[in-house]
């Protein structure tokens, strides 16, 4: 199946589409934010502290007078950063070791089946505590150790489409026309791989913003004056007898974005296989 | 037979034990630089680095030393917490109670209400609790479990006075107490594998209701209940088991940040002080045993799945 | 055979199901009326997509939700209307005095029960008996329906078991309760052929051992000929031909049922000649012609046929056959007062 039929199929999702547009504002805004926040949002006003939104404050200030609204705009940053190593890293390392596993074959196949699915059943989270606790607790090591963890199912992905591929004639032909395998590979098993790696890289996006902002809300991701949904949430927590509003508002922007990953991921998955709608 | 079978699925278990300890052992590898001195901090004694790296082992090459470790964690030797000197794999044991507890509960949670919420919305299809099936179904499978637990902390001990924020009573102290303190934390951890639960199960169901032999019940004179109890509902819950299990691994990860939240002295909050404290050799171990549990679980689930369906031969 | 008596156990009058869907509304059954006497053998006959099974599971009541059935739509049972039940009444019929099989046996038993427990189950819900007393029913009723080793089998689960088996105990489970009337939906579609014939056999057997009455549908006019007593004709959802089987293989009067009866290799009366479908194919049923929804396929039709729409009328005045047709074929296939250049044998 093509790409362009997958994306034309991909449209009609209506949800999954909407999260689609979703999430490509928060990378803009991500992208813009510093130009957006119409604050420094680590400013501190402590003439301001606990606001309650008002036209100049749109969600308040927190406990140090610092415009919450800023610090949301700031956090899809961090967010954003995370989705994309939890993709790039798992491409440009999963994806490879997949297709040269799934094209070797045999005892190699076998061994790299069985490190895949050994990975794959540690919990992620605990995974992810353990990398960075061992790299040395900070954001940059946080999303690495997010990007790593993600590695296996890219290469599990990777692994079965070679499998698929390998038999077909094109590319028996290819070989005996010469062609280097491992590229031959690659060539055609890229446009193969794309529908389902891009599902899973939108599933990811929803695994990497809710690994981040729980690292950092274990104040193992962002450090301050880094702005983290998950760290924000944390500060919120313990003023949560002053204003339990302000877990409010991090925590909506970070269950929306991993929604709407959920989303886009379940809208891609029916429109590669429309027998799955169904919900 | 069965046991035969058992002992075949115990054996495929072995390769996992080996590569999952082997990825938590070479945790140590990522440390950058030397890493008895990222350990220790830059202004330790030589002779004290030199000490530790003996107690660590690491003069040998990786694979020996990989070799002396898990020989050690075998006879449940995990070393001795570099913080406290105190032998890892008491202090991690010594937690595992509380946090088994909370995460039982918390499967329950999640078993329990996804298994409720997928029969009622088959059941009454296009009623109101098919509608709260559906939208819990979508959207909790999205919330962060931290957030879930201080909306409820807001709601239930801040607002309604109801339960506490934090603490925890073992149900060997105090059963009352217990289901006190372990009922806003076991909701927080289950809530998204109970919204997973329901959407696998409801739309499991969904098909299995739609089967031939379902219809062949009908013609026999069975009611709408029986079907989906004695008829739909072992079936549906088989590709559900698999997903039960993941919950289950995904609850021992979320312990992590729910014991923290809820001040439980579980080995979830061991963890994230032992890394706080640079304390590797007691995350190692609390890591190593939270692992394993998660593949024992797997194991577990594996059985379950075989038991409940009568066409995988032993 | 056992005695008929002349009162129907089952009469439908003008059963009309529909399913309104995006594109518009489908009658898989438009007004069907036909009765079943006790003890009798009933074939409904008819391509596919001609509304066989919907109105069978319309029996049952087992139809699809979304198949609502027009007023004035009747199926009386014993007297009783049977779409006028209670729901917790039509359960007490079903399986206990009504009770149906499935063309596929591989589908149709629950794959994580045993087979003794699926069969146990239509007794237990009909009939107060102990444990003992339901294996001793199941045992009998597997021996009855020819299962081999009835003490072994009944603990397997239906993946253990062929496809010839598994109908077996489909037959086992619809038989459990001595019903009266038996819905069969193209039992032996799903089988080879071999097995297909003992399964036939083993449905005439236990038809003539109980008197029950039974509704065959099918496709295939050979097994027909082989157990029926008086055959349906069906087509796009409505009966345009009935008679007895004697009757109606002497003489089809319906040049549909003459087109499927030259379908068949056993009953074409030169068996080495090319097999002849009937040219075309069913036609949808969001556009049927007008008039005569055969006349489009039909080597006989005339303009009429597309303008009016034949009603079923009797035949002939001794005997109970009807067709609906506006020139109903003679003797072998002649046609009586109107004749095209014949495409069928
Ligand atoms: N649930 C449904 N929804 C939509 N259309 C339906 C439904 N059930 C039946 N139909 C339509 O009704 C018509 C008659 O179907 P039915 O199953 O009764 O045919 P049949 O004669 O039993 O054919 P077959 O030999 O294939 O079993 C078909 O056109 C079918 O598409
Ligand atoms: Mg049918």
Redesign the interface.
């Known amino acids: 199946m093509s790409i362009k039929e997958v994306m034309r199929r991909f449209r009609s999702e209506r949800l999954a589409f909407v999260s689609f547009i979703f999430l490509l504002i928060i990378s803009i805004v991500a992208i813009f934010a510093p130009l957006i926040t119409p604050y420094n949002p680590n400013a501190q006003n402590l003439s301001n502290i606990l606001a309650n939104p008002s036209f100049s404050h749109w969600m308040g200030t927190d406990n140090l007078g610092r415009d919450i609204f800023s610090r949301v705009i700031m956090g899809t940053r961090t967010a954003i950063q995370a989705s994309l190593f939890a993709i790039i890293i798992p491409l440009s390392i999963g994806v490879p070791i997949g297709i040269i596993a799934g094209y070797l074959g045999g005892i190699i196949d076998d061994i790299f089946m069985r490190i895949v699915d050994a990975i794959i059943a540690i919990p992620g989270i605990l995974l992810a505590l353990g990398i960075t606790a061992a790299l040395g607790i900070s954001l940059w090591n946080a999303m690495i150790a997010i990007g790593i963890v993600a590695i296996p199912q890219f290469a599990r992905l990777a692994r079965g489409q070679t499998l698929q591929v390998r038999t077909e004639p094109y590319v028996e032909s290819a070989k005996i026309s010469g062609a280097g395998p491992i590229w031959t590979m690659f060539k055609h098993i890229i446009p193969n791989i794309s529908p389902p790696v891009l599902v899973q890289a939108s599933v990811n996006i929803s695994f990497a913003v809710l690994a981040e902002t729980s690292l950092s809300f274990l104040g193992m991701g962002a450090q301050s004056p880094q702005i983290s949904w998950g760290s924000m949430i944390q500060q919120a927590y313990s003023m949560i007898n002053l204003n339990p509003w302000l877990i409010v508002y991090p925590g909506v922007a970070t269950a929306l974005t991993v929604m709407a990953g959920n989303f886009v991921g379940d809208g891609l998955r029916v429109a590669i296989d429309p027998k799955l709608k169904k919900l | 037979m069965f046991f035969k079978f058992l002992l075949r699925r115990l054996i495929y278990v072995i390769p996992t034990l080996l590569i999952t300890t082997l990825v938590v052992f070479s945790f140590i590898l990522l440390i950058p630089g030397d890493p008895v001195v990222a350990l220790l901090g830059e202004n330790a004694t030589p002779e004290k680095i030199a000490q530790m790296r003996e107690q660590l082992g690491l003069n040998d090459p990786i694979l020996v030393q990989y070799g002396n470790w898990l020989l050690h964690a075998i006879h449940g030797d995990l070393g001795k917490s570099i913080f406290t000197g105190q032998p890892v794999f008491e202090a991690v044991t010594g937690r595992l109670a509380v946090t088994f507890q909370l995460v039982f509960i918390s499967m329950l949670v999640s078993v329990g209400l996804g298994m409720f919420f997928a029969i009622t919305s088959v059941y009454f299809p296009n009623s109101v609790m098919d509608y709260i099936a559906r939208f819990i179904s979508i959207l909790g499978a999205s919330l962060p479990n931290f957030w879930v637990a201080m909306l409820l902390v807001v709601f239930f001990s801040l607002t309604l006075n109801w339960l506490p924020a934090t603490g925890f009573i073992s149900i060997t102290e105090n059963t009352a107490g217990f289901f006190k303190t372990v009922l806003l934390p076991a909701i927080s951890l289950g809530a998204v594998g109970m919204a997973v639960i329901t959407r696998h199960l409801r739309s499991s169901l969904l098909e299995v209701m739609g089967?031939?032999?379902v219809?062949?019940?009908?013609?026999?004179?069975?009611?709408r209940w029986r079907s989906i109890f004695?008829?739909g509902l072992?079936?549906a819950m088989?590709p559900v088991v698999t997903t039960i299990g993941i919950g289950f691994g995904n609850a021992i990860g979320g312990t992590v940040v729910i014991e923290t939240i809820f001040a439980i002295p579980g080995t979830g909050q061991l963890a994230v002080n032992s890394i706080l404290q640079r304390d590797f050799t007691m995350l190692q171990g609390v890591v190593l045993i939270l692992i394993v549990l998660v593949i024992i679980i797997n194991f577990i689930t594996d059985i379950v799945y075989a038991l409940?369906?009568?066409?995988i031969e032993y | 055979m056992t005695s008929k008596e002349e009162w129907p156990l089952l009469e439908v009058k003008n059963l009309h199901a529909s399913i309104s869907t995006t594109k518009g509304n489908i009658i898989p059954v438009n007004s069907i009326s036909y009765s079943i006497k006790p003890g009798e053998i009933v074939a409904l006959v008819g391509e596919s997509g001609s509304g066989k099974s919907v109105s069978a599971l319309s029996i049952?009541r087992?139809n699809a939700p979304e198949i609502k059935y027009k007023s004035g739509s009747v199926i009386n049972y014993k007297g009783k209307n049977l779409l006028e039940l209670k729901e917790k009444e039509m359960?007490?019929?079903?399986?206990?005095e009504i009770?149906?099989i499935?063309q596929?046996p591989m589908?149709?038993?629950?794959?994580?029960?045993?087979i003794g427990k699926q069969i146990a189950?239509?007794v237990k819900?009909?009939r107060k008996v102990t444990p003992k007393e339901a294996k001793d029913i199941v045992l009998d009723l597997l021996k009855k329906v020819g299962i081999p080793d009835p003490e072994r089998r009944m603990s397997n689960?239906p993946?253990q078991l062929s496809g010839g088996m598994r109908q077996r105990v489909?037959i086992a489970?619809?038989l459990a309760c001595q019903p009266t009337l038996l819905i069969a939906d193209e039992p032996t579609t799903a089988l080879d052929v071999t097995i297909q014939a003992q399964i036939l056999t083993l449905i005439r057997n236990l038809q003539e051992e109980t008197g029950i009455s039974v509704l065959l549908i099918t496709h295939d006019l050979g097994v027909v000929a082989e157990i029926a007593d008086r055959v349906l004709v069906m087509y796009c959802g409505k009966i345009v031909e009935e008679g007895t089987v004697d009757e109606l293989f002497e003489n089809p009067l319906h040049p549909y049922t003459k087109g499927l009866m030259a379908s068949v290799p056993e009953l074409s009366e030169h068996s080495k000649r090319r097999l002849e479908t009937i040219p075309g194919s069913v036609p949808n049923p969001l556009e049927l012609p007008k008039g005569c929804n055969f006349c489009d396929r039909c080597p006989y039709a005339s303009e009429e046929c597309g303008e009016k729409e034949p009603v079923l009328t009797k035949a002939s005045a001794e005997s109970d056959r009807q067709v609906a047709c506006w020139y109903p074929l003679g003797k072998k296939g002649e046609i009586n007062h109107y004749a095209k250049t014949s495409n069928f044998s």
Request: net charge positive.
């Open positions: 089967a031939d032999f219809r062949t019940a009908y013609s026999k004179g069975v009611s004695n008829h072992r079936n088989l409940l369906d009568p066409r | 049952m087992l359960r007490r019929l079903r399986g206990n009770s149906m499935f596929d589908f149709s038993l629950n794959p994580v029960h045993r189950e239509t819900l009909h689960y993946h489909m489970m619809a």
